[in-house]
């Protein structure tokens, strides 16, 4: 039983920060694309629970900021998110752009 998706992921392993109503926490993005995330997180969310991420992109001083997203899944240490609202937009755009350029350039690249 396959899943469709709306949008391609792609493998990536950027540093996340999360809030939801009365948790904070720390995780690793598995999985990006335009409509969502996967999050690996010692924090466990349950399916439904609403969030703020802070997404720690290669080569930037300023994570890209996803206003709220919204848990669709969560499996042990790890959930997947659908973003609702983000000011960033055209920011998650080139990085999805350059993911599918040059999947390998991007996640090279380090911070300075």
Known sequence: ???????????VNFGSSFSAEQIVGQGTIANLSVGGCSIESKVILT?????????????SRRPLQIDRAVVR??????FGVEFQQMSQTDQLHQLIHDLEQS?????QHTRV
């Open 1 to 11: 039983m396959g899943e469709i998706r709306k949008h391609p992921r792609f493998s």
């Open 47 to 59: 399916a439904k629970s609403s969030l703020a991420i802070h997404v720690q992109l290669p080569d």
């Open 73 to 78: 899944w969560a499996r042990g240490n790890t």
């Open 103 to 107: 999947p390998m350039a991007v996640m």
